[in-house]
Nanobody
Framework: QVQLVESGGGLVQAGGSLSVSCAAS????????MGWFRHAPGKEREFVAV????????DYADSVKGRFTISRDMAKNTVYLQMNSLKDEDTAVYYC?????????????????WGQGTQVTVSS
């Protein structure tokens, strides 16, 4: 079982930056792919960014491309999401997730483990 713990959310002004982290249980296989998703009130959970754990290959939703960067620190079993030029519409609960076997999965249904989420609020 993989336990994921997000941290780093908070309140930021529009145009600002924020970084969130996701620490996976140490000493365990964290998965083939780690993803970030977000869930805003009244909307469905949506894909944000994904990284292949072994190669570092990444993919992004069009809405965040050029503004967000996903990265990982293999020694710390941690995935990061650096968010720049934040907009009101980026306000959501951000979740990290682990897909044990898939590569660059963008569908929430493909993921096996989820963190508890961290709130990101962008104020204008």
């Amino acid at each position: 079982q993989v336990q994921l713990v997000e941290s780093g959310g908070g309140l930021v002004q529009a145009g600002g930056s924020l970084s969130v982290s996701c620490a996976a249980s140490s000493g365990t296989y964290v998965g083939a792919t780690m993803g970030w998703f977000r869930h805003a009130p009244g909307k469905e959970r949506e894909f944000v960014a994904v990284i292949v754990w072994s190669s570092g290959r990444t993919d992004y939703a069009d809405s965040v491309k050029g503004r967000f960067t996903i990265s990982r620190d293999m020694a710390k079993n941690t995935v990061y999401l650096q968010m720049n030029s934040l907009k009101d519409e980026d306000t959501a609960v951000y979740y990290c997730a682990s897909d044990l076997y898939g590569i660059l999965s963008t569908s929430p249904g493909m993921y096996d483990y989820w963190g508890q989420g961290t709130q990101v609020t962008v104020s204008s």
